[in-house]
């Protein structure tokens, strides 16, 4: 059930970093007024008494607009009406994963904002649990209780020092280069922060939502350039291997990696200046089909082998800057061959 909490009393404990709503340091200790009673929070959690504990502590700093709910139901369904400028959730959660639901919102597959701020609560920080937050996306990961000083600092970053998104062809959210396993070279993208705009007074600068939308496209770009990279990097190895005829469990494995990419670069072509490589794509997957029946039925896949790199090569040139040209003679040349 999802619980509306907003208020709106003028007192105000002197607690934390921002309980005057004022004084804040910035670099070069330039003085921010935040007007936090603007910012809209959904904080989740399916036990009432961590709940209401966050919800005083937030309070405490400065922030009178909240909304609780206790499910990632009450997180769909408050999203679906209006995406907070923040979201504080438990990932214990009694009906679905929360981790996979920050991919969905990361994907924008779910809500209208995927670049919400985004920080995770947890009573127990496994090493499994941590790592599959940090790979959804999700700002921040904070251990119960909550510490109010910690929690303070931490939107306090948000709001004056959120990291910029990286794009990979396996994940999306605020940058982790630091990281062990991510991919070195990199683009960053400066996104918009509802959380910064409401707190620091700047609502009636340029339209937001208009920033949110051409922002989502940009990393959509950077998500087909990026799934492109990968589809040809992986079919590279499957014709290597088939050419050598290694063809096992483990080529049927990377097949159907191909085809989740696949469908994931098809879902973000539509409406966007990419709609001549959808062809390609489908050629692809046909040619994988053709190719994971072979390896199955142990029978030759010659033909296969002829077309894999070809389409691999021209979907990665469709995804290029000007190079939809290229990409249509490639796809010619390969009607010809066929």
């Avoid at 330039?30 to 809209?40: C, F, M, P, R, T």
């Avoid at 998104?165 to 605020?174: L, R």
Wanted: net charge negative; glycine share 6%.
């Amino acid at each position: 059930m999802l619980l509306w909490y907003s208020l709106f009393r003028t007192h105000r404990k002197n607690a934390g970093w921002v309980g005057r709503c004022s004084g804040v340091r910035k670099r070069g200790d330039s003085v921010s007024k935040l007007q936090l009673d603007q910012v809209e929070i959904l904080v989740v959690d399916p036990a009432a008494g961590s709940r209401d504990s966050v919800r005083d502590i937030l309070h405490d700093q400065g922030f009178r607009n909240m909304a609780l709910g206790e499910s990632r139901a009450d997180i769909e369904a408050r999203i679906a009406y209006k995406m907070p400028d923040l979201l504080i959730s438990e990932v214990d959660l009694p009906d679905g994963d929360f981790a996979e639901l920050v991919i969905g919102i990361r994907h924008n597959r779910i809500g209208a904002n995927p670049f919400v701020p985004v920080i995770a609560l947890t009573w127990a920080p496994q090493p499994e649990l941590v790592q599959r937050i940090v790979d959804s996306g999700a700002d921040l990961l904070l251990n119960q209780p909550l510490s109010a000083s910690i929690i303070a600092q931490r939107i306090h970053a948000l709001i004056h020092a959120r990291k910029p998104f990286a794009v990979t062809s396996d994940y999306i959210g605020p940058d982790r280069r630091g990281d062990a396993g991510r991919e070195s070279a990199i683009s960053l993208i400066d996104v918009p922060n509802t959380l910064e705009v409401k707190a620091t007074g700047k609502q009636n600068q340029a339209p937001l939502g208009a920033a949110i939308v051409e922002s989502a496209r940009a990393v959509n770009v950077h998500r087909l350039q990026r799934n492109a990279g990968l589809i040809a990097a992986i079919i590279e190895e499957i014709a290597a291997g088939l050419e050598n005829g290694l063809a096992d469990e483990g080529t049927l494995s990377q097949i159907a990696r191909v085809h989740n990419t696949l469908e994931d670069t098809s879902r973000r072509m539509v409406g966007t200046p990419f709609d001549h490589v959808s062809e390609l794509c489908e050629s692809l997957a046909k040619v994988l089909r053709g190719t994971a029946e072979a390896t199955e039925a142990d029978t030759t896949y010659t033909r296969e082998v002829r077309l894999l790199r070809p389409l691999a090569q021209a979907i990665r040139a469709g995804f290029e800057v000007d190079a939809a040209t290229a990409a249509r003679e490639i796809s010619e040349s390969l009607a010809a061959k066929r």
